[in-house]
T-cell receptor
Framework: ETGVTQSPTHLIKTRGQQVTLRCSSQSGHNTVSWYQQALGQGPQFIFQYYREEENGRGNFPPRFSGLQFPNYSSELNVNALELDDSALYLC????????????FGPGTRLTVL | SQQGEEDPQALSIQEGENATMNCSYK?????LQWYRQNSGRGLVHLIL?????REKHSGRLRVTLDTSKKSSSLLITASRAADTASYFCAAVSGGSNYKLTFGKGTLLTVNP
């Protein structure tokens, strides 16, 4: 039990729709990272937020966006969903942005039909 | 792109045996981390080894790092059925903002 929670657990959307995934970080953690994990693959880094500012981004298009709030919660928004966006989305919080241990939530399984 | 690449992709052993997984990465790193994932759920941090360290122990885990070969290995001794999971290495690099780059993982099955 890491103290990081995500909602919802599962979600089904259709192509072209928009989705918002939510994460609640461990208390005191000012950094949150989001990952996309396709079936049979390792997690792929989407972006990281540090003190409510984007602090690094992976190779994902601008339709993937995020927000981090002062109360240790954060959101991942994906616009214009594509079939290939079907994956497990993981958030992870950490005490700082210096590449130390990350604490992962259980993930949100997104299916795009 | 995947920075860390684990080897083997799958490993099946008997309870009590040791399991060794290897990881290679491509660029300079600040540290390398190993994580475990059960059944497509969240990842659990196992151990972190910094670029200036060569070996680290934590309980039944032993991690080595060879920066000249850009490789790391994870040894789990006296394995248990509960160790059955996917294991990922994550290379950590970056200047002002650090990010974890994961490999595809090794699926370890420990048979009772």
């Amino acid at each position: 039990e890491t103290g990081v929670t995500q909602s919802p657990t599962h979600l089904i959307k259709t192509r072209g729709q928009q989705v918002t995934l939510r994460c609640s970080s461990q208390s005191g953690h000012n950094t949150v990272s989001w990952y996309q994990q396709a079936l049979g693959q390792g997690p792929q880094f989407i972006f990281q937020y540090y003190r409510e500012e984007e602090n690094g981004r992976g190779n994902f298009p601008p339709r993937f966006s995020g927000l981090q709030f002062p109360n240790y919660s954060s959101e991942l928004n994906v616009n214009a969903l594509e079939l290939d966006d079907s994956a497990l989305y993981l958030c992870a919080s950490s005490r700082d942005s210096h590449g130390n241990e990350q604490f992962f939530g259980p993930g949100t399984r997104l299916t795009v039909l | 792109s995947q920075q860390g690449e684990e080897d083997p992709q799958a490993l099946s052993i008997q309870e009590g045996e040791n399991a060794t997984m290897n990881c290679s990465y491509k660029t300079s790193i600040n540290n390398l981390q190993w994580y475990r994932q059960n059944s497509g759920r969240g990842l659990v941090h196992l151990i972190l080894i910094r670029s200036n360290e060569r070996e680290k122990h934590s309980g039944r885990l032993r991690v080595t790092l060879d920066t000249s070969k850009k490789s790391s290995s994870l040894l789990i001794t006296a394995s248990r059925a509960a160790d059955t999971a996917s294991y990922f290495c994550a290379a950590v690099s970056g200047g002002s903002n650090y990010k974890l780059t994961f490999g595809k993982g090794t699926l370890l099955t420990v048979n009772p």
